[in-house]
């Protein structure tokens, strides 16, 4: 959106909760944020001096997103979201037997999500009284009792679910998927299913392993960085540090995002006293291509069709070419149907979809070839869509096209969320387990562990729904809000016959009442953590590959609260009796479940030797050395059809956002500061010029309708600096919109974030007038 557009609607009559934001990233709104956070979740507490404690080498690990630490840490290693985690999860609000003796759980569903997880922290094991419409207390062995006898009642252990967020941490996952896979199931549903698993499924085919390949340090040496599909200041503001040290050495950093995003043009670091009294702040973005919603494959193909013809113009010319031929020729395999499915792919098309001009798409390529070493960033805005897999094996070509993988400053850098939600896959939560894995956990635990795939999170609520799953356990999150399609969601987790939830905070996913419904209170990432063994610890993995230490020293919420270990072993000796595993004999001292990671999992060899060291280790990724870990030994170029956006005169694809004053489903406040939307989240964003061309104007109510039994209705469009044929709305609100049955058939990601719909005048203004 031009200048003039901004002014024009800064003109208008004003509209509750929108005004436009001038400033940077960061900065003092970023100051002002984290106190007012501080104020409102911790009071006077002294346990704000967790803030200085976090991403600290004897510190914790911050619960918000998997950016790495840096090997050099400063005084302040956390951002504004990291900071409203952390006074989110150390708050001083109980939500303890007396809260739910005055609210009944008809009253609370009443309650929006922020309400409910803003009353404060879970104090004590609660079970749902149907009789009197409350949650009641119960001591830990009744509650595991009860768990016990819901899993062995059932007639097969695949009618159970397990799910698994990604803020658990490697020991709880690990002990997690022992006892699932003790029990007999591979059904876990788990976050990754929500988010990167196009990078999970996507990445091995092509590279031989469904990790980034960059760390770092990459970035200091690096040519050139693309940011595609991410919005740094909200999601993992961290990464705005090492952006913006980037670019005051000259590094261009090209981005293509739908919306124009703060974090991505300009930031004033917080942490910098120089740089906050200075009335300037660091530029970002050295050029921002706003392609449409859903049109980045056609974008990559453009990028690499631009790549092939230059580089075909070189060769002529008596040039080299711009193509790294020796890596090609000695390290992959299928250029030539690659090629001719570039070449076969015409520009018109490519600029229909992309929403992007040739010259616009050209420019990309020429930064990229010019550069000798490039790093390549995605987010969301690339997965999670109904091609999300092809568009990261997409990415994957381009960089393999110049040789951009695995070596220094070069590499594909997928931008995970929750700060273990890599690690908890790599210690074994996945529903498609190998089979050398399950060998070496048998081996080591005396089990026989079931070899048929399980659910993933659609699988897993399809079973439900259909009557076929009948009890689900979940460690952590809110899996039900998570999910799109409300309705046949909450449906089925009403048709359980067991729902546990084990739950720092109260969330919607527990109102959803089965025939049992438990919730079970854990310690927090900032808590200590006593065990029989005394003091202990945990690990992570970041989104680079790094294991390191995370350890919470505050005092714990309340005294009945349990490790997430603990909740393991408790549940695994009630539902698995004449188990031999020594369950509290684990607990007691996290070295022993270290170990067993190590014995199930090569790549942790002297894994309590190496994660005591100051900063960690890395585990081995095969690509970042060249080395494909692919059944032919080489890395993969992949082939697509074009599709995505179709570009089609009128069509409206929309998707789903968060907001500054949010993690995933977990919503701080009602303001989204760098959008310019305060107290408020009913909004619609959209280009100007498409309200004009459907009669609306910035401020109007209007329906958003995407089949039938699915539509937004009532909501506010605001003019936005967004693609035309673009829309967007806040997530898990607009999940709606997006049916269960609309997912990657590749990796069973939702498409949260290609959504073909229609936009009209509210019926609701309508019939107000």
């Not at 990604?166 to 299913?193: H, I, K, W």
């Not at 590094?251 to 942490?271: C, D, H, T, W, Y």
């Not at 939600?421 to 074994?428: E, M």
């Amino acid at each position: 959106m031009a200048k003039e557009d901004a002014n024009q609607i800064a003109a208008h009559e004003p509209i509750r909760g929108v005004e436009p934001y001038d400033g940077p990233a960061g900065g003092w709104g970023a100051l002002k944020a984290v106190a007012m956070a501080i104020r409102d979740q911790m009071g006077t507490s002294t346990d704000t001096r967790a803030l200085l404690k976090m991403n600290q080498p004897t510190g914790f690990d911050c619960p918000g997103c998997a950016w790495p630490d840096p090997q050099k840490t400063s005084s302040f290693e956390f951002c504004e979201n990291g900071a409203k985690a952390v006074t989110w999860e150390a708050t001083a609000k109980r939500v303890d037997v007396a809260f739910f003796a005055r609210h009944s759980a008809t009253a609370l569903w009443e309650w929006s999500d922020h309400q409910l997880e803003d009353a404060g922290r879970l104090t004590h094991p609660l079970a749902y009284d149907s009789d009197s419409d409350h949650f009641v207390p119960i001591g830990w062995d009744e509650a595991f009792a009860r768990i016990g006898a819901g899993l062995r009642a059932l007639d097969d252990p695949n009618q159970a679910e397990f799910y698994c967020s990604g803020r658990a941490s490697n020991e709880a996952a690990f002990l997690y998927q022992l006892m699932v896979r003790a029990y007999g199931t591979n059904n876990f549903p788990d976050c990754s299913n929500m988010c990167h698993e196009g990078t999970s499924v996507g990445l091995p085919q092509s590279i031989g392993v469904g990790k980034g390949t960059v760390t770092l340090d990459d970035f200091d040496e690096t040519d050139a960085i693309f940011c595609i599909g991410h919005n740094p200041g909200t999601n993992h503001p961290r990464m705005l540090s090492t952006l913006s040290a980037a670019a005051r050495r000259g590094v261009p950093i090209v981005v293509a995002n739908p919306m124009k995003e703060r974090g991505l043009e300009r930031f004033k670091s917080p942490q910098h006293p120089t740089e906050m009294l200075s009335p300037s702040s660091t530029q970002l973005a050295s050029a921002y291509h706003q392609v449409r919603v859903g049109g980045d494959s056609a974008m990559l193909k453009g990028m690499m069709k631009a790549l092939f013809e230059a580089d075909a113009a070189d060769l002529a010319a008596g040039g080299a070419g711009l193509l790294d031929r020796a890596f090609i020729a000695e390290h992959t395999l299928g250029i030539t149907d690659l090629r001719k499915d570039v070449e076969a792919t015409g520009w018109e098309e490519i600029t229909r979809r992309s929403g992007l001009s040739k010259r616009a798409i050209e420019s990309m390529a020429e930064i990229y070839w010019k550069a000798e070493r490039v790093i390549l960033c995605y987010g969301m805005g690339i997965t999670q869509h109904a091609n999300g897999t092809a568009n990261v094996q997409e990415l994957a070509n381009l960089l393999l096209l110049r040789g951009n993988m695995g070596k220094p400053g070069a590499g594909i850098c997928p931008l995970r969320g929750h700060s273990n939600v890599q690690g908890d896959r790599t210690v074994g939560i996945t529903e498609i387990p190998g089979e050398a894995m399950l060998e070496r956990l048998d081996a080591h635990f005396g089990i026989t562990s079931p070899r048929a795939h399980g659910h993933a999170a659609v699988e897993s609520l399809q079973a439900m729904r259909e009557g076929k799953s009948k009890a689900l356990i979940s460690l952590g999150g809110n899996l039900a809000v998570a999910m799109p399609d409300p309705d046949a969601c909450f449906e089925a987790f009403r048709k359980l016959d067991l729902s546990v939830n084990i739950l720092t905070k109260f969330n919607r996913t527990c109102l959803l009442l089965a025939k049992e419904t438990i919730i079970l209170p854990c310690l927090g990432r900032t808590e200590l953590d006593e065990q029989a063994e005394g003091p202990q610890w945990i690990t992570v993995e970041d989104s680079m590959s790094m294991v390191h230490a995370s350890r919470g020293f505050l005092k714990p919420a309340a005294s009945d609260l349990k490790s997430e270990p603990a909740i393991v072993a408790g549940m695994a000796k009630a539902t698995l009796p004449d188990s031999a595993i020594p369950w509290d004999w684990l607990v007691a001292d996290y070295d022993r479940i270290r170990d067993a990671i190590e014995a199930v999992f090569p790549d942790f060899r002297d894994f309590n030797t190496r994660v005591r060291q100051k900063g960690g280790f890395r585990l081995t990724v095969g690509a970042s050395e060249r080395k494909w870990n692919t059944p032919s030994g080489k890395a993969h170029f992949l082939v697509h059809p074009l599709t995505g956006a179709s570009g089609e005169e009128g069509a409206l694809i929309l998707t789903t956002i968060r907001s500054h004053d949010q993690y995933n489903t977990t919503i701080y406040g009602l303001n989204d500061r760098y959008r310019g939307i305060t107290g408020r989240r009913d909004v619609i964003f959209a280009h100007a010029d498409d309200l004009a061309d459907r009669g609306l104007a910035h401020g109007d109510l209007v329906d958003i309708h995407a089949g039938p039994g699915r539509s937004l209705n009532g909501y506010t469009v605001v003019a936005h600096d967004i693609a035309r044929r673009s829309l967007a709305a806040y997530y898990p609100e607009a999940n709606c919109l997006v049916q269960l049955d609309d997912h990657d058939r590749s990796s069973g990601t939702p498409s949260y974030k290609s959504v073909r719909v229609t936009m009209a005048h509210s019926s609701l203004a309508a019939n107000a007038a």
